[in-house]
């Protein structure tokens, strides 16, 4: 049977990205908008966080909530500064550029920056944002398209190991974590790669397939495209997506679940959140408890590799004095018989310890 | 926070589809090609089995092992009797159309005939066929274009009523089930429509949404699309799309299932099949017992809905004697005390009476 593609559903891709690498222009002005609430801001906060090197200021527009911790920054100020790109550092679910912002963008444009977006929408079709970048010769570059070729995914086992982070909801620390593990499996001596399936983390890593834009039909075929056959001791470190309880996205993680066949899972979960971040309006959903989570997706990682274990829990405990804290890491290593670790406050080595010691 | 749309990754569609009716040219000449399984000529099964009176004729090519029961026709006794469209019958896993086909679908078109394609690439995009179609005024329409504007799954609740088909497998018969159970539905006087997610089911219907072709992030809000709020004794019988346990295309599934809130599930089954059709070439993935199938789902479908219940199995027997076919409905029926049913021998009149009874 000949392998399909999802050519003809994507757009134009203003640049190369998927497996190739996405060269941004720095150092870069991160635009918050008017972004209320950090878990909205996790693009342009993560770059900031990883990239930090590469991050000349911010600019934030009116009611913006959230500080980056960078220099504030009108567009003019950033062109005296050198900065080569105003990347948009909001994350909506769905990707959308209100009309809040297409000012702000198409000025920058017209001052020659180019502009970096991670929305679902694409930047050229805004014509004043167009315009403005045709006007300067600034470049408009869209993370989130994905490559042109993708496959049906085949469910075939592919040597070299994989660890996926999943999680009990969306902006719970998956790509943080994966990001936190690399690190740590590098500074080790392992062979291991970040793989991005966002476009906060395509903006990281400079490579990776913005999962939740492939067509629906080629998401495990996807996902298998991101972390290809390696050598036996490599490890890919993929970044997981959405939440299989998140019904919103659950379909996106499903996808990636089984398309990543993972050996290894850790669970990223925020313990001050009772309600799925961004559900629906006018109803709540719980979240599920650490356990259930954990059940729920080694029941579909072990159907497609049956030696799938959870080897850690990362939680966000920002909010908790030390105290409340020792008791959460207690009371979920107790629960789970896994490692518990904040990976911002402890790292990731008791994680790491418990894959490399079994 | 604002709606997003998945706008901006659909190719430009040749006909309305999604929510809006889809008119095809009859009668039909469908197009087997070289399929050698009745399981991948699904779509022209299907067409003839539901629309018999829309199909004058059958066209096979070399190495077809599959006969719809037509009459068989060159193209040029197809234009002589009157026909309006080729109609693709065969449905690959990706929708692909090989290279073996192109000669005969722009003879098609040369000869004046619409060409109907439910196939994931559009036929615009084989220039052999638009330039045959440009000549002679033929329509190239494709099927499985969604709709432009899809919001991201809220799952908020809709009232109205909904019952969703799911399966162990592809090609199980889920859109045949779900349109057996439309048919029993409005003879009893209730207020039901089908909702078609496939190809099949969508040229079947005139209406639908092709689910595995929408961007991964709208999945559920697809599904919330296709089956909107309704009043109160209405039924949506929504077609299922592939199966939770299939590697492949699970992720479908859960979006689907998410999106539609069911209150109603029937399980659709195959009993002659021990392995997922379709998955990896080089490796077999045993399909999953009916009552964990049956669990799998419920436990997603309270997510969303918690009085979603199952209602029956529908199971396919076409290849079993009498005999055994009541053993294995006594088999089934002991291990999930559900009515079950062959949609084709028994009709689903006892799903219903489940649905109702109780």
């Given at each position: 049977m000949s392998l399909a593609t999802n050519e003809d559903f994507q757009g134009v891709a203003s640049i190369p990205t998927g497996l190739r690498t996405v060269q941004l222009k720095a150092p870069y002005l991160i635009y918050f908008g008017d972004v209320r609430d950090k878990g909205h801001a996790k693009t342009g906060l993560g770059l900031i966080q990883w990239r930090r090197e590469h991050c000349a200021g911010q600019l934030r527009g009116q009611g913006c909530q959230v500080d980056g911790g960078l220099p504030d920054m009108t567009i003019s100020?950033?062109?005296?500064?050198?900065?080569?790109?105003?990347?948009?550092?909001?994350?909506s679910e769905g990707g959308t550029i209100p009309k809040a912002w297409i000012n702000d963008l198409a000025q920058a444009a017209r001052a020659g920056l180019n502009v970096v977006s991670g929305m679902h929408v694409r930047l050229a079709d805004f014509p004043e944002i167009q315009l403005a970048a045709r006007a300067s010769g600034a470049r408009l570059l869209d993370i989130r398209t994905p490559p042109r070729s993708i496959p049906v995914g085949t469910g075939e086992k592919r040597s070299g190991r994989r660890l996926l982070t999943v999680g009990t909801d969306c902006a719970v620390g998956k790509k943080y974590t994966a990001l936190a593990l690399e690190r740590e499996m590098r500074a080790r001596g392992m062979d291991a790669d970040f793989r991005a399936t966002g476009q906060t983390g395509i903006m990281i890593a400079g490579t990776g397939i913005p999962l939740d834009c492939v067509v629906s039909d080629f998401l495990s075929g996807a996902a298998?495209?991101?972390?290809?056959?390696?050598?036996?001791?490599?490890?890919?470190?993929?970044?997981?997506?959405g939440s299989l309880s998140h019904p919103s996205f659950a379909g996106v993680s499903l996808g990636l679940l089984h398309g990543a066949q993972p050996d290894a899972l850790v669970l990223c979960h925020d313990p001050s959140r009772d309600y799925l971040l961004g559900a629906g309006a006018g109803r709540k959903f719980p979240v599920l408890p650490v356990s259930e989570s954990i059940e729920q997706c080694l029941t579909f990682a072990r159907r497609v590799n049956p030696e799938a274990r959870f080897v850690g829990v990362a939680i966000n405990t920002s909010a908790l004095p030390d105290d409340d804290k020792a008791a959460l890491v207690d009371r979920y290593e107790r629960e789970t018989g896994l490692p518990v670790v904040d990976p911002i406050k402890d790292g990731t080595a008791r994680i790491i310890d418990r894959l490399l010691g079994e």
């Open positions: 100020q950033a062109v005296a500064a050198g900065v080569g790109s105003i990347v948009i550092g909001v994350a298998e495209l991101l972390s290809p056959a390696a050598s036996p001791d490599h490890w890919d470190v993929i970044e997981g997506q």
